[in-house]
């Protein structure tokens, strides 16, 4: 008879905390996502787990609790991923390619930035930053200055002209052991990711490569759950852009398209269960919805997942996603255009980019 698994705390409530608690269910596994801004703390036992949905936490009641719990899993790891500058210096220092940076100190210019970069150069904040937000353009043509605030508080990268966005979910468990998905394909627009597209058989040759990188990273922090890497496509070379030490938006198509899920997978690992490899489903798509007000006749096209976050709709916010597999990228060709009516009139180039994705059908 098999003990019962402890409580797994979530540091954060938000839709990812939410989605853990979803995939804990069918493992009745008992996952707790807590407000970070909860007046009340909850009652930590020593023997309990705790993880995080987001890399970084302003001090609060609940994330000192969460936090200093010595079952805090990788707790030595957020702090370092989640400044962009630590993070860097990591990966520079296991040798991986990344897009050329240098730190923005007090006494930094834009004039030597541009030496080093060129025309273009991408300052972004240390911490904080998310859907493109935290950063900031300077143009050497245009004699941009550093703003003052963004000394100390920023990197400086080259812009790169890659040729697309992927990534790479995958986890670790305590012994080493590490599974990965294929490689996603991204479209971000306004920094914020609109959709992702999985598997591409015209990227399987660089999942190797990818994972590797990941692999070397996670073995080097001796980190254990679900960690995706961001990476630029410039040929067939891929440069990290950023790393995620916690499930990921580009990983919720594995929801709908493979037999485990990264939710799952992340609280496999963590619990101490066996990984096992995730198959797929079919050929997977997942568009985002950002700042879009519901609309209930999405769930009228064929094969269309809705998960909605229930959160208030707020320009540039993620409310929810829609997940669509098939065996056939013809259904999924048929579900798409079903679909784009029901959108806004943004989505018209998400839906566009996704079909120019699927295999073509003879
Ligand atoms: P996330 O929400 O994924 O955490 P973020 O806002 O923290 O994103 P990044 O992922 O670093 O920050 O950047 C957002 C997007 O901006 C990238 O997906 C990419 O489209 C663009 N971008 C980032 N860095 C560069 C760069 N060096 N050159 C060109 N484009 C870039
Ligand atoms: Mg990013």
Redesign the pocket.
């Known amino acids: 008879m098999r003990q019962s698994s402890p409580p797994i705390w979530v540091l954060g409530a938000g839709q990812l905390g939410a989605m853990l608690q979803t995939a804990g269910r069918p493992l009745a596994l008992d996952v707790r996502p807590v407000d970070i801004e909860a007046a009340e703390v909850p009652r930590l036992e020593a023997g309990d787990l705790v993880t995080a949905e987001r890399e970084q936490w302003p001090p609060t009641p609940v994330t000192d609790a969460l936090s200093q719990h010595p079952r805090f899993i990788n707790s030595r790891v957020f702090g370092r991923l989640a400044d962009r500058k630590t993070q860097k210096a990591l990966i520079d220092e296991l040798g991986l390619a990344t ?1 050329p940076w240098a730190p923005v100190d007090q006494s930094t210019q834009a004039a030597e930035l541009h030496q080093k970069f060129g025309e273009r150069v ?1 300052l ?1 904040r240390r911490t904080g ?7 900031h353009w300077l143009h050497q043509s245009r004699q941009d200055e550093i703003p003052d605030d963004w000394h100390e508080q920023a990197i400086a ?4 002209n ?1 040729d697309e ?1 992927v990534s790479l979910v995958g986890a670790r468990d305590a012994q080493g052991r590490c599974v990965f998905y294929p490689l996603t394909l991204n479209l ?1 627009l306004n ?1 914020i ?1 609109m959709g992702s597209a999985a598997a591409l058989a015209r990227l399987s040759h660089l999942q190797k490569q990818a994972e590797q990188m990941l692999e070397a990273l996670l073995q080097h922090l001796n980190y254990v759950g679900v960690m995706a890497m ?1 990476c630029f496509r410039v040929g067939d070379r891929l440069l990290i ?2 790393l ?1 030490p916690r499930v990921h938006n580009s990983g919720h198509w594995t929801q709908a398209g493979a037999s485990i899920n990264q939710f799952e997978l992340h609280l496999r690992a963590i619990a101490g269960l066996p990984l096992g490899q995730p198959r797929l489903k079919g050929q997977s798509l997942m568009v985002n919805l950002v700042g879009t007000e519901r609309n209930d006749q999405w769930l009228s096209v064929p094969g269309a997942e809705l998960v909605w976050y229930g959160k208030e709709v707020r320009p540039g916010r993620k409310v929810g996603h829609i997940n669509l597999v098939a065996a056939d990228a013809s259904d999924l060709e048929l579900s798409l255009k079903q679909l784009q009516p029901l959108l806004p009139e943004v989505y018209k180039s998400v839906i566009d980019w996704l079909l120019s994705q699927l295999p073509q059908t003879p």
């Open positions: 897009a991408l972004k930053g998310y859907d493109g937000r935290g950063q990268e080259q812009a790169i890659f966005e971000h920094g990711l961001e852009n950023e995620a």
